[in-house]
């Protein structure tokens, strides 16, 4: 496994804790519709939360938050309304963004933004 890809597993680690923490229900993780992965996907309440997280090692090239891209954003969308489909959820639902910025395992900062887009905008 690549230094990337541990990276990116201790964040969506660090994120599930930190939702189930403030008592979100995690219902899947790292679900695929083609070729688009949703991390974490989370009920809070009746509401259906997909959470992307964001997870770097240096901020020399930006906060992790900036790297939540347009297009990623459009898959994100496509990917979960195959979700909702998928499970009959026909309720709200929200995007999320979790940004984490990994320093080691006692030394990180995470950053949780709640419904940072609209997908009816994309």
């Known amino acids: ?8 597993n201790r964040g969506e680690a660090l994120a599930r ?19 688009t992965e949703i991390d974490i996907i989370a009920r809070q309440g009746a509401i259906l939360v997909f959470v992307e997280v964001k997870t770097r090692t240096s901020v020399a090239f930006g906060h992790p938050s900036i790297f939540y891209r347009p ?8 990917a979960a309304a195959a979700y909702t489909a998928e499970v009959g959820h026909d309720w709200e639902i929200r ?7 990994y320093r080691s395992a006692a030394d990180f900062t995470l950053d949780h933004y709640e419904d940072v887009f609209f997908p009816g905008l994309y």
């Open 71 to 78: 297009d990623q954003r459009r898959r994100i969308s496509r």
């Open 1 to 8: 496994m690549t230094d990337r890809k541990k990276t990116g």
């Open 95 to 101: 995007f999320d963004l979790i940004a984490i910025h």
């Open 17 to 35: 804790q930190h939702l189930t923490d403030r008592g979100y229900l995690v219902e899947a993780t790292n679900y695929r519709y083609r070729r």
